[in-house]
């Protein structure tokens, strides 16, 4: 079985700065995909950016971009030019490289942008 | 740009009753996954199913608890006599079913059992 562990509960970051959010998983799967989803206070699950375990190149959306260390199983989300509206719950899950596989989450960490 | 709907999004049930959640998939995707969120955790796979099939039910209880995903029609959750430990979110993800689909989620469903 699988297991992904988010080892900060909770992280503050001011405006404008950095933010990494770290992320651990635990496989035997050579390949897999790696997704990082945000959680707001209206609680919808929102999709940031996800990652194919079988790509060296670390995927990027905007201001959001992962390093993923396949040896060391890490895949670390970075958020740049941090927004108020950043500030959210977020999860990291797995998904085996199969058709129509489940999900496996995180505990997240809960992320305030400071003004 | 119709995403997944899920209805109703909040419930309120006593104890003992049954509670229905419904769940639309984005359009033109058959593959539907339910997930629950107690408080303060993250989300925890409990069924996956197709039309007409259930492919995987691994993270469901094995008692009063049922989904389905008719022919026609969203797909239903069900939970029979429920306890107070059942209120939860409740969310709906649909994905096209290829390996590596994404999954995209719907607003969930907060129930609350009194």
């Known amino acids: 079985a699988q297991t992904v562990t988010q080892s900060q509960p909770e992280m503050s970051v001011q405006e404008a700065e950095t933010v990494t959010l770290s992320c651990t998983y635990d496989?035997?799967?050579?390949?897999?995909?790696l997704f990082w989803y945000k959680q707001p206070p209206s609680r919808q699950m929102i999709l940031v950016i996800r990652?194919?375990?079988?790509?060296?190149q670390n995927a990027t959306e905007n201001r959001f971009s992962v390093n993923f260390q396949k040896a060391a199983k890490s895949f670390s989300l970075k958020i740049s030019d941090s927004q108020l509206g950043d500030t959210a719950m977020y999860f990291c899950?797995?998904?085996?490289?199969?058709?129509?596989?489940?999900?496996?989450f995180g505990g997240g960490t809960r992320l305030m942008v400071k003004p | 740009n119709a995403g997944v709907m899920q209805n109703p999004r909040h419930l309120v049930r006593r104890r003992g009753q049954e509670a229905r959640l419904r769940c639309s998939p984005m359009?033109?995707?058959?593959?539907v996954y339910w997930y629950r969120q107690l408080p303060e955790e993250g989300l925890k796979f409990m069924v996956y199913?197709?039309?007409?099939?259930?492919?995987?039910e691994s993270g469901m209880p094995k008692e009063r608890f049922s989904a389905e995903f008719p022919k026609e029609g969203p797909s239903i959750l069900r939970i029979q006599q429920v306890v107070r430990g059942d209120s939860a979110a409740y969310f709906c993800?649909?994905?096209?079913?290829?390996?590596?689909?994404?999954?995209?989620f719907g607003p969930g469903t907060r129930l609350t059992v009194l």
């Open positions: 496989t035997s799967e050579n390949n897999y995909y």
């Open positions: 899950a797995f998904m085996k490289n199969n058709a129509g596989n489940m999900l496996t």
């Open positions: 199913l197709q039309k007409e099939n259930i492919i995987d």
């Open positions: 990652q194919e375990a079988y790509k060296q």
């Open positions: 993800a649909s994905s096209l079913g290829l390996a590596g689909s994404t999954q995209y």
């Open positions: 359009k033109g995707h058959s593959h």
